[in-house]
Nanobody, 127 residues
Framework: QLQLVESGGGLVQPGGSLTLSCAAS????????IGWFRQTPGQDRETISC????????NYADTVTGRFTISRDNAKNTVYLQMNSLKPEDTAVYYCAALFQNCGPHTWRDSYQRGYWGQGTQVTVSS
C-alpha cells in the first residue's frame, strides 16, 4: 500500500521550533520530488517548498525562507520539515506530497500538484 504519513505537529509558542516528519511506505521517497504545503480553514492551500528529485535543490516560499528547512533520511524513507522562529501565522494543517512531476521554475508553487499526499498534521503556534 502506497502511503505517506506526516507526524510531529502540535502546539508551540511563538518563536519556537518544530520538526515535521513525512514517512513513506510502499514506494521510495527519494525517487520523487517532495512538496510541503499548508492550509488554514477558509484559505487557499499554500506551497511552502518543493525539493527536486535529481539535484535535491529546494525552492521555499517567501513566507518561510530562512526559517524552514527540508532534509531527507533516505535510509528511513523520510523527509523532514524543520520549522524555526515560528509565528502565529504559521498555524495550519501541514501536508507533504511525493509529486509526480519535478519542481519546475514555473510550477513549483502549484498547490494542487498530482502525487501521493499525506493526511496532514496540525501545527498551532500560540502563546
Amino acid at each position: 500500500q502506497l502511503q505517506l504519513v506526516e507526524s510531529g505537529g502540535g502546539l508551540v509558542q511563538p518563536g519556537g521550533s518544530l520538526t515535521l516528519s513525512c514517512a513513506a511506505s510502499g514506494f521510495t521517497l527519494d525517487h520523487y520530488a517532495i512538496g510541503w504545503f499548508r492550509q488554514t480553514p477558509g484559505q487557499d492551500r499554500e506551497t511552502i517548498s518543493c525539493t527536486r528529485t535529481s539535484s535535491g535543490m529546494t525552492n521555499y516560499a517567501d513566507t518561510v525562507t530562512g526559517r524552514f528547512t527540508i532534509s531527507r533520511d533516505n535510509a528511513k524513507n523520510t523527509v523532514y520539515l524543520q520549522m524555526n522562529s515560528l509565528k502565529p501565522e504559521d498555524t495550519a494543517v501541514y501536508y507533504c506530497a511525493a509529486l509526480f512531476q519535478n519542481c519546475g521554475p514555473h510550477t513549483w508553487r502549484d498547490s494542487y500538484q498530482r502525487g501521493y499526499w499525506g493526511q496532514g498534521t496540525q501545527v498551532t503556534v500560540s502563546s
